[in-house]
């Protein structure tokens, strides 16, 4: 699709078309594309709002670095939030604390695991600790349930130890699903207290625990 005809289409009144000119704009320099994206931040359909979040983590300068931050910040729809965070973390380290700033921010379940992911991604374990530790104070359990497999990605890390008593603490947790990820986070450490903990929750009153716990004997 030439320029001119991308020109045209994202002014179509129908979003399929403006999605198809965003995703051709992958042929073209990030001088081109960039601010073409750009005029489409506040589009009314939050599909090619995704798209262009999308395609601005590919096209990598200070330019979109900066559009993608407000996005994150200020889009109102989690969708797109979490496309945004995604692309953030294609800058690479220079990204980690504004991920981490927005997961302090946002509540979103989708937008926190997005963070989250992302952070374990890039091995940022100083930042995957914070956020674990804050995400576990959400009453959310898909953010819970995220939090505790953080924690066990950093089972080889400078957080280890940090991670692994907060892991020997929430295994008594009166809550199942939590002592579930609990049992499947501890078996990343080799570590007495660790294989310790399994064993015990082998024997823990919910049959999905024990089930989580005795996996790693298959």
């Not at 129908?14 to 073209?28: E, N, S």
């Not at 979103?108 to 956020?131: G, K, N, P, Y």
Request: glycine share 2%.
């Amino acid at each position: 699709m030439d320029l001119s005809q991308i020109q045209i289409d994202l002014q179509n009144p129908d979003f399929q078309y403006r999605i198809k000119a965003i995703t051709a704009l992958k042929d073209f320099t990030a001088e081109v594309a960039i601010p073409l994206l750009i005029q489409h931040v506040k589009d009314p359909e939050f599909l090619v709002r995704t798209f262009v979040a999308r395609e601005l983590g590919r096209l990598k300068n200070a330019d979109s670095f900066a559009t993608l931050i407000q996005i994150m910040r200020y889009d109102n729809t989690p969708n797109v939030r979490a496309e945004a965070a995604n692309s953030i973390s294609l800058f690479d380290r220079v990204s980690a604390s504004h991920l981490v700033q927005a997961f302090h921010q946002d509540d979103h379940w989708l937008v926190r695991r997005s963070i989250l992911s992302a952070l374990v991604d890039m091995q940022c374990h100083a930042e995957v600790w914070e956020i674990c530790c804050v995400g576990l104070l959400s009453e959310d359990a898909a953010v819970q349930e995220a939090c505790i497999d953080g924690l066990g990605s950093l089972s080889q890390s400078d957080q280890a130890d940090l991670a692994l008593a907060k892991l020997l603490d929430l295994k008594n947790s009166e809550l199942e699903y939590i002592r579930v990820r609990v049992a499947y986070a501890l078996m990343n450490f080799d570590h007495p207290e660790a294989k310790e903990a399994i064993a015990n929750l082998r024997s823990d009153r919910d049959y999905r625990v024990v089930g989580a716990a005795m996996e790693n004997l298959l």
